[in-house]
C-alpha cells in the first residue's frame, strides 16, 4: 500500500515500524472462565512463531478489568502510559520452550 505525502504525515507512527495488531473479547457473560487466558495465549504462541521480528507485545487495556487481566498474565504497564502494556518477546518466548 502504497500513501501520498500528505497522507503519509497522518500516520508516523504506523510507517515508522512493523506492527501486528489484532483484537480479544470476551463477552461479559463469559468472563471468568479462562476464555480469555486460551486466546491470549494463542495470540502471544502466534506473535513468537510470527516471521515479523518484535521485541515486545504491546497491548492497550480499554478499563481496569483488562488492565488486572494482562498485569495478572506478567505484563507490565508503561510508566507514562499505565493502560499500556507490554511483555518482551523474548520472555514470551520462554513460555514456548
Not at 463477552?27 to 521485541?55: C, K, N, Q, T
Amino acid at each position: 500500500m502504497s500513501l501520498r505525502p500528505t497522507s503519509r504525515a497522518n500516520f508516523p507512527d504506523i510507517l515508522s515500524f512493523r506492527r501486528l495488531c489484532w483484537g480479544v473479547a470476551i463477552d461479559f457473560r463469559d468472563r471468568g472462565r479462562g476464555y480469555g487466558r486460551h486466546l491470549l495465549a494463542d495470540a502471544l504462541y502466534r506473535a513468537v512463531r510470527s516471521e515479523i521480528a518484535s521485541s515486545a507485545v504491546i497491548v492497550d487495556a480499554k478499563d481496569e478489568a483488562a488492565h488486572r487481566f494482562y498485569a495478572r498474565e506478567s505484563f507490565l504497564s508503561f510508566p507514562d502510559q499505565p493502560m499500556k502494556l507490554f511483555r518482551p518477546t523474548a520472555d514470551i518466548a520462554k513460555l514456548f520452550e
